[in-house]
C-alpha cells in the first residue's frame, strides 16, 4: 500500500509561488507514476502533472505548462510541484496520487492524498 500526504498549499497572491511536497510511505514509491490533480468548487477534479517513477516522462495540462514544474525525489519518497506566476484560477484543493500505470486519467490512479488547499488572491 501507498499513503500519500500534502502539505505546502497556503494563500498567495496572483504572481506568486507556492511549492507543494506530497511525502509517500509504502516501499513501492519510487516504482509508481506520480500524478498531481485538483478541484475547485463546484468543478470537476482535473489533471495537473504527472511524472513516471524516473523522472524521465512528465506531463501537464495545458493551463499550467511553463508555470508549474513536477519532480520527485525517490530517495525521500516525496514529490513536488514548484508552482509560480500563479492566478485566481489555480484556486483549489490540490491532490498527489498514485499509479501503476504512465497515465494521466484519474481513474488510473489508486492511491490519493487527502488534498492540500491552494488559495490565490487577486
Known amino acids: 500500500q501507498v499513503q500519500l500526504v500534502e502539505s505546502g498549499g497556503g494563500l498567495v497572491q496572483a504572481g506568486g509561488s507556492l511549492r507543494l511536497s506530497c511525502a509517500a510511505s509504502g516501499r513501492t514509491f519510487g516504482w509508481r507514476t506520480m500524478g498531481w490533480f485538483r478541484q475547485a468548487p463546484g468543478k470537476e477534479r482535473e489533471f495537473v502533472a504527472a511524472?513516471?517513477?524516473?523522472?524521465?516522462?512528465?506531463h501537464y495540462t495545458d493551463s499550467v505548462t511553463g508555470r508549474f514544474t513536477i519532480s520527485r525525489d525517490n530517495a525521500k519518497n516525496t514529490l513536488y510541484l514548484q508552482m509560480s506566476s500563479l492566478k485566481p484560477e489555480d484556486t483549489a484543493v490540490y491532490y498527489c496520487?498514485?499509479?501503476?500505470?504512465?497515465?494521466?486519467?484519474?481513474?488510473?490512479?489508486?492511491?490519493w492524498g487527502q488534498g492540500t488547499q491552494v488559495t490565490v488572491s487577486s
Open positions: 496520487a498514485s499509479s501503476t500505470l504512465i497515465t494521466v486519467a484519474a481513474t488510473d490512479y489508486n492511491y
Open positions: 511524472i513516471n517513477w524516473s523522472g524521465t516522462w512528465t
